[in-house]
């Protein structure tokens, strides 16, 4: 079946830009998941949502990062104002019980 | 603050022969534990979970867990070059907000030599 899909795969933003990133989860999965991974290092947690509810945003690192989920599928990442230290990998997951599932993730590069 | 502590390796096997894959969490309440493998330039993907104390085996994979050392590990049999990748662990503990998100270690990348 369809896995967690992610748009666009690469994005390069001028440092100030906005960005969106989408997440389409695996049909039916409940809980989503987003997480940041540098270059050399494990993903960071970012955000969780159980259908539209956000109940989780503690691992977002600024107020410049939003996510939404308004109708309890796709989910979108936006990033105001870009900066350079926002360059990373931005993964997505979904997940139905324990185990999350990872998206190809999103690879953005702020110059 | 949650930590999970992986040695970055290198570490280089030889085609065919064991590779061992360690990793230590710092939160004692932790409930889950996964290795991903993630190819360069691609997505974790994952290999095996465990739950409880002791082995869990799965063709060539076996993850092992004791939660009294607070260490989880991963053996790979007959390792191939394919096999070639980072693993990467992650331990899962319900947040306060009752979210069951993973904290990941830096990762080990593994080198199968042919």
């Known amino acids: 079946g369809a896995g967690v899909s992610q748009s666009p795969r690469y994005k390069v933003a001028k440092r100030g830009q906005d960005v969106a990133l989408r997440c389409d989860p695996i049909?039916?999965?409940?809980?989503l998941f987003w997480y940041q991974q540098a270059l050399g290092q494990g993903p960071e947690f970012l955000t969780y949502?159980?259908?539209?509810?956000?109940?989780?945003k503690s691992g977002l690192p600024s107020d410049r990062f939003f996510a939404e989920r308004p109708e309890g599928s796709v989910s979108t990442l936006k990033i105001q104002r870009t900066q350079q230290e926002d360059s990373a990998v931005y993964l997505c997951?979904?997940?139905?019980?324990?185990?999350?599932?990872f998206g190809p993730g999103t690879r953005l590069l702020v110059l | 603050q949650k930590e999970v502590e992986q040695n970055s390796g290198p570490l280089s096997v030889p085609e065919g022969a064991i590779a061992s894959l360690n990793c230590t969490y710092s939160d004692r309440v932790s409930q889950s534990f996964f290795w991903y493998r993630q190819y360069s330039g691609k997505s974790p993907e994952l290999i095996m979970s465990i739950y409880s104390n002791g082995d869990k085996e799965d063709g060539r994979f076996t993850a092992q867990l004791n939660k009294a050392s607070q260490y989880v590990s991963l053996l790979i049999r007959d390792s191939q070059p394919s096999d070639s990748a980072t693993y990467l662990c992650a331990v899962n503990a319900i947040s306060g907000a009752g979210s069951y998100q993973l904290t990941f270690g830096k990762g080990t990348k593994l080198s199968v030599i042919p």
């Open positions: 997951a979904s997940s139905d019980g324990e185990t999350q599932y």
């Open positions: 949502f159980q259908n539209e509810a956000q109940l989780d």
């Open positions: 049909s039916g999965h409940v809980s």
